[in-house]
């Protein structure tokens, strides 16, 4: 259980803070169920609300500075997530984003640029599914990373092309 002030990763809302414990008072809700109040970082005027009790994955701690860095770090080393079948590609980008694993949007994002780089060199534009869900990927990783180390989101995509240089 999460207490008020922690900071969360929500599926499809990035990094999020708790920002109160609370019963919601709708004619659907259930009185006696609790809810996470969550304010996204990045859409400080938007409310989210999750069941504390749920099993769900969307909702996780955020990564500590240290194991941001390991996953940084680790970046060179990650198998692209390739994917050959069409029908079934933007189904594990949907799975991968919703999964808020590092790995798994580091996996996604090697497998777009792959993707984007070859259909390019075949004078073939990138797909709108890819450029879509490449954006998505990057944000979701690079916001959280970006907060976990203490450093804005649009310097990340430098520093990790510096670790990867070094390697």
Excluded at 9 to 22: M, P, Q, T, Y
Excluded at 91 to 99: D, H
Excluded at 139 to 152: M, P, Q, V
Aim: overall charge neutral; charged content about 35%.
């Amino acid at each position: 259980m999460y207490s008020v002030g922690d900071y969360v990763v929500k599926a499809n809302n990035g990094v999020c803070r708790v920002e109160d414990i609370v019963h919601l008072d709708m004619s659907n809700a259930k009185k006696d169920r609790l809810y996470y109040l969550l304010i996204p970082q990045a859409d400080q005027g938007a409310k989210l609300y999750v069941p504390v009790d749920t099993n769900s994955t969307s909702i996780r701690g955020v990564l500590s500075e240290e194991k941001a860095w390991q996953v940084i770090e680790k970046i060179p080393d990650i198998d692209e997530a390739w994917i050959a079948n069409d029908k079934l590609r933007e189904q594990e980008y949907k799975e991968a984003l919703k999964s808020c694993d590092p790995e798994l949007l580091v996996g996604i994002i090697k497998n777009i640029y792959l993707r984007k780089k070859k259909r390019l060199s075949e004078g073939k534009k990138s797909t709108s599914v890819d450029d879509r869900y490449f954006k998505m990927a990057e944000e979701a990783l690079y916001s959280e990373l970006a907060f976990a180390i203490g450093r804005a989101p649009e310097e990340i995509n430098v520093i990790i092309q510096d670790r990867i240089n070094k390697k």
